[in-house]
């Protein structure tokens, strides 16, 4: 990547984009001019990158034939209200939003390469993942020489971070009001998240899925390019700030070699197994790291062809940014 370009980071101010400002340096990122933007109320605001300040501008004046790639860390409205422009401006994209339909914008999990996508012309779009995809994708795309995945079963415990820097807020501002014994009005969740666990994140449909549910059985599925696996996802916010935890339950077409399932997690790129007896924590062992830490292995308990595992992830760098980052380094290579 000797090619350096031009990059545009809307929603530069939020946790997603600090952490992607962080990881182009900290990756040498090939950037000629980075431009951050985010809403009108956050401009002017400055992050370091290189050694030098860099304002934070307003992403409704900004011209986006300036740049050759965007990358779309804010909410999927700002999304959805953009993503037109920039593509009209010849400017191709990288949805961490999940705005864009898969079919329009598919999604990418740098390490399974991009054998499985459909033919990019400029401007391309594509979508990260949601941070709960690509750690299930990871672990089982790394045992796929053993598991063909029948039917997936996915608890996924979200920390509060999911819900952007206000989410983050949030948690900060209703514990400290109970622990203060004062009443407690909650903002943004509609009812007492800390110290609690609440069974959705956002609206419901007819059929009592979420959105975020849908949309990860659906992007799993893509990204293991098994469009017919039946996949039965729950999320849920815990009061966590940040990191992921994820209960993950594989029916498999044969009896499970659990030691053999280890020595493949044990030898993956991205990958850290915790050793029998002991298990991963998204705050002890996740968060601030690049892998995916994998805990918990066991065959089900009266199916020999069950897989059960405990999962856990930092959402904002390892789900989110540093996937978006690899991403990013993974295409220019070949469409840029």
Known sequence: MSQSINIALIGATGNVGEAL??????????VKD???LASSESAGQSLSFRGRQVRVR????????????A?????????????????????????????????????VLP??????????????????PTPSAVACALVLATLKPLLQPQQLQLTAMLSMSTLGRSGVQELARQTAELLNARPLEPKGVDRQVAFNVLAQVGA????????????????????????????????????VFFGDSLALSVQGDADIDITA??????????????????????????????????????????DPRQLNLWIASDNV??????NAVQIAELLIKHYL
Do not use: M, N
Not at 120 to 127: E, G, H, M, N, T
Not at 265 to 287: K, R, S
């Open 21 to 30: 400002v962080e990881l182009l340096e900290e990756r040498d990122f090939p």
């Open 34 to 36: 980075l431009h951050l």
């Open 58 to 69: 307003s992403l409704e004046a900004f011209d986006f034939t300036q740049v050759q790639l």
């Open 71 to 107: 990358f779309f860390a804010a909410g999927a409205e700002v999304t959805r209200a953009y993503h037109e422009t920039v593509l009209a401006a010849g400017c191709s994209l990288i949805d961490l939003s999940s705005a864009l339909p898969l079919e329009q914008a598919p999604c």
């Open 111 to 128: 390490e399974l390469g991009i054998e499985g996508l459909p033919a990019l012309a400029k401007p391309w779009k594509v979508s990260a």
């Open 204 to 239: 419901v449909d007819e059929q009592g899925h979420a959105e975020l549910e849908r949309r990860l059985a659906a992007e799993i599925r893509q990204l293991l390019g098994l469009p017919a696996l039946s996949v039965a996802a729950t999320c849920a916010l815990v009061p």
């Open 261 to 302: 399932v280890q020595q493949l997690l044990d030898g993956a790129q991205g990958i850290e197994l915790v050793e029998a007896g002991d298990y991963p924590t998204a705050v002890g062992d996740a968060v601030g790291q690049d892998q995916v830490y994998v805990g918990r292995v066991r065959a089900g308990i009266s």
């Open 317 to 322: 760098r390892k789900g989110a940014a540093l």
